[in-house]
């Protein structure tokens, strides 16, 4: 019999192979939650010596460089301190960078301005750059000589690697152009910039041309800006594959804000109607406002759409322009699409539908916050039976032949018994005729409604089927 051995407290660490410890490693840098990810990193190396050789010797491990940023009052700080940025710097030996600025609601207690410096003087060397504008917007309005030390740190290089740019604050863009505008001017690889978090403001748009945000090469922009300035970066984004609008307005649509705009490269198209920040529903008088919001479709022809989101409700929705819309991209072959489902009414949705023939996934969940909603715009009876009507003859379903997954918000659907026995009915004739081996998906969104309610009641017939088979997800 073989005599009991304890392994030495180190033999995993010495057995793994390097380049075995040199891909975990990979997988926790590239999943750090941390802000300051070179901390994270540096603690790592603190295990033991064998660590710290390979973490040191791995210069992909150090191309996170993250700065915290506070101002407040005639304080300006900065962390981690530049001694670790520069050791951060030096280890990554060269390699593409993900840099970012971020804000904390925190107020320093003393000026160090030393490790943006340093941020600046390494930012062309970035290939995703994520900027806190309103820090950028702080320094230009209380500390105008620093905002020159900032600038004048850049580096003349041209950023090489630059593939995408985040500007988290849209409202404050304008300071972040002031900044930090070289460090995206002349960038021959950007081609997805988000302006996030606020409206960017009219003037901030025109500046953004003039500062060189290249639009004419992107591939991809999230923005969200006011109505009157959306065709305006459309006419400057011919190449555009991906776009998310999430667009504001005070009046609605007017004409003169119009233009027609052809996106032949146009895939991916968001557009989601926002209120503004001190916007409030109830108080919004919609006889004074202009053409509702959805209009905007009637003046973009993408034919080679395949995924679709809208989101326009009550005096911003406008059924007639979603045909328009389809017609003018030449009935584009759209396989997934999402509708808020506060959009439009049961028949406006079925009428949607019936012009996407080739859609394969379906998602109608609410993406704002609702202060009231009459019971006839919940999802009911009447939505769920035109979508489980059979053509006998083709051999296929009327509306949506080819669909396979259902998204839906518990809390976008009606809660009449009549009306969910309506939505177990289709779901069990799309799941009973579907064929190959993708079988129709359902699921449920916002289901913390279901604590609410204490009861199941309503689900007991989807769940029914779960037990034979039926792909369901609720959560």
């Known amino acids: 019999m073989l005599k009991n051995s304890s392994l030495p407290a180190n033999w995993l660490i010495r057995t793994v192979p390097t380049d075995v410890w040199r ?13 300051i990810a070179a901390l994270d990193i540096i603690c790592t190396t ?7 050789s390979i973490i040191n010797g791995a210069p992909e491990l150090w191309t996170k460089v993250d700065v915290e940023a506070r101002c407040y009052r005639e304080f300006c700080w900065a962390g981690p301190n530049v001694e670790c940025l520069a050791l951060v710097l030096s280890r990554s030996q060269g390699l593409p960078l993900t840099m970012s600025l971020v804000t904390a609601n925190r107020s320093p207690e003393r000026s160090d301005l030393e490790p943006i410096k340093a941020f600046m003087r390494a930012i062309n060397r970035a290939k995703t750059l994520s900027i806190a504008t309103s ?14 030390e900032l600038r004048d740190g850049l580096k003349p290089e041209p950023p090489l690697f630059l593939e995408e740019l985040v500007l988290d604050g849209g409202i404050w863009i304008d300071g972040a152009i002031t900044l930090l505008s070289d460090a995206w001017k002349d960038a021959p690889a950007l081609k997805s910039v ?15 041309k003039s500062a060189y945000l290249p639009l004419h090469q992107l591939a991809v922009l999230w923005i969200e800006l006011h109505i009157e300035d959306l065709f305006k970066i459309l006419s400057s984004t011919p190449r555009l ?17 119009t233009q027609f705009v052809r996106l032949d490269f146009l895939r991916d198209l968001t557009a989601h109607a926002v209120l503004e920040e001190d916007e409030v529903e109830s108080e919004i008088n919609y006889a004074d406002r202009n053409e509702p ?3 905007i479709l009637e003046f973009i022809s993408s034919p080679s759409l395949v995924k679709l989101s809208l989101c326009f409700w009550r005096h911003m929705w406008c059924l007639a322009s979603f045909p328009k819309f389809i017609d003018i991209s030449s009935s584009p072959r759209i396989e997934e699409f999402h509708l808020d489902a506060t959009s439009g009414s049961q028949e406006d949705k079925i009428e949607c539908l019936k012009r996407l023939p080739f859609l394969r996934k379906l998602d109608m969940t609410i993406d704002h916050y609702v202060e009231e909603w009459r019971e006839e715009r919940y999802i009911g009876e009447v939505f769920w039976a035109a979508l489980q009507e059979w053509d ?14 259902i998204t839906v918000g518990y809390n976008a659907v009606s809660t009449s018994r009549v009306a969910w026995t309506a939505f177990a009915h289709m779901a069990k004739e799309r799941w009973r005729r579907s064929t190959g081996s993708q079988k129709f998906e359902l699921i449920i969104t916002d289901a913390y409604e279901l604590e609410e309610d204490g009861e199941l009641s309503n689900l007991s017939p989807l769940l029914y089927l779960e037990k034979y088979g039926f ?3 609720i959560y």
């Open 293 to 295: 919001e959805m209009r």
């Open 194 to 208: 988000s302006i996030k978090d606020g409206p960017c403001l009219g003037e901030s748009i025109y500046d953004a």
């Open 392 to 405: 006998a003859e083709a051999e296929e379903f009327i509306v949506c032949p080819y669909l396979e997954k």
């Open 241 to 257: 594959v991906t776009g998310v609008f999430h667009i504001t307005a005070w009046n609605g649509l007017h004409q003169t804000h």
């Open 135 to 148: 820090f950028a917007y702080s320094v230009r309005l209380l500390h105008p000589l620093a905002l020159m």
């Open 46 to 52: 603190h295990v033991c010596s064998r660590w710290r």
């Open 471 to 473: 792909n369901l997800t």
């Open 23 to 35: 891909h975990i490693f990979g997988i926790f840098h590239r999943e750090f939650t941390s802000s």
